[in-house]
């Protein structure tokens, strides 16, 4: 079957577009909600906020759900400084020096948003020498300096940005002519626009699924809690989430992982295997990985004690909760083995 891999990387780019850090995802998900019942979908809104997206299949016996979590990284504003710069917590994992020189935007409560960038307090080499080599990256030498005209915390304030505002990094999207996809927050907008290409698929195809499908699409992953609901005939709890690729990983950004473990727990032996055998019997390039520092929907879902078999898989990713890379050739294994598991 044809991917069209040109709207895979659109809809990538739109949700990109679109910020979401974990705790500001409504934008997103009605969004999202759109798309859902274009191509045909039930749709409705779980009371945590999460979309939930349905297509009928041949069998409705026993449904199958498959997760992915629109809730990026992020920031949040935690104090004004009496300079007028901004100090914020980071919303979910990553590091502070992965923000170092970043642009980003500050959302207000009432939706007006302000430009600004990441910087260490101590950044100018010309004044404080080789010591900003040195300087530590945390919450309290990373602030936001604000692109306004502000000296003080009382000009910030009459902006109407304040405590609790939400902060968006630039995802920086770019696909080089060798295929290779760059941007922050690939980890989870990947997911988004590669279900939204395989429900395309199945539409131009006249395919249906064997099983009544679910899409759920959550909404505080990254703090550790994504799914907390299920449809209740679920039997099988598929998350779509990233492979992180690095020293020590089998994950490659031209592939799709399928996890064996993760921080919280081993992933179902049987289910895994029923994905590898998809995989070997289609050609579709994959790798079986474990992860140091990594959870997914599927695995908190079995954390707060859901009752469903669990698996997850996800394109390779470099870099990851950083400024991320993969491949072209990632989302199309990653699609492949979504398409088969959902029609066989």
Do not use: W
Not at 91 to 120: M, Q, W
Not at 183 to 207: C, F, G, P, T
Not at 288 to 317: E, T
Request: overall charge negative.
């Amino acid at each position: 079957m044809y991917i069209n891999i040109e709207n895979t990387l659109k809809n990538l780019k739109k949700y990109l577009d679109i910020p979401s850090p974990g705790g500001y995802t409504k934008n997103a998900s009605i969004e999202l909600e759109k798309d859902f019942k274009k191509l045909g979908l039930k749709t409705y809104f779980t009371k945590k906020g999460a979309l939930i997206g349905t297509i009928e299949g041949n069998f409705s016996n026993k449904e199958i759900s498959i997760s992915a979590h629109i809730d990026t990284l992020g920031g949040i504003i935690k104090e004004i400084n009496k300079d007028g710069t901004i100090r914020f917590h980071k919303i979910g994992g990553g590091a502070y020096n992965s923000l170092e020189g970043e642009n980003c935007t500050i959302i207000t409560r009432k939706n007006k948003t302000y430009r600004g960038s990441i910087v260490p307090k101590h950044r100018a080499t010309h004044i404080y020498g080789v010591d900003v080599v040195s300087q530590k990256k945390d919450e309290f030498n990373m602030i936001l300096r604000l692109d306004e005209i502000v000296c003080s915390k009382e000009d910030v304030l009459k902006l109407g940005i304040n405590v609790g505002d939400f902060i968006s990094m630039d995802p920086r999207f770019e696909v080089t002519e060798s295929g290779f996809i760059k941007s922050r927050y690939l980890d989870n907008k990947s997911a988004i626009a590669m279900i939204l290409e395989v429900l395309n698929i199945m539409n131009e195809n006249n395919l249906k699924p064997k099983y009544t499908t679910n899409f759920i699409i959550s909404n505080f992953e990254e703090q550790g809690h994504g799914v907390s609901y299920v449809p209740p005939k679920t039997e099988e709890l598929l998350a779509i989430d990233i492979g992180p690729v690095g020293e020590g990983q089998t994950s490659t950004e031209f592939g799709v992982t399928i996890a064996a473990k993760d921080k919280r727990t081993v992933y179902d032996y049987d289910f895994r295997n029923k994905l590898i055998d998809i995989c070997e019997n289609n050609n579709i390039d994959f790798n079986v990985d474990v992860f140091n520092f990594y959870s997914s929907d599927s695995s908190q879902a079995i954390a707060r004690g859901l009752d469903v078999n669990f698996a997850c898989i996800g394109p390779g990713v470099d870099g990851t909760h950083h400024y991320e890379r993969t491949h072209i050739k990632a989302l199309e294994n990653t699609i492949n083995l979504l398409l088969h598991y959902i029609t066989e």
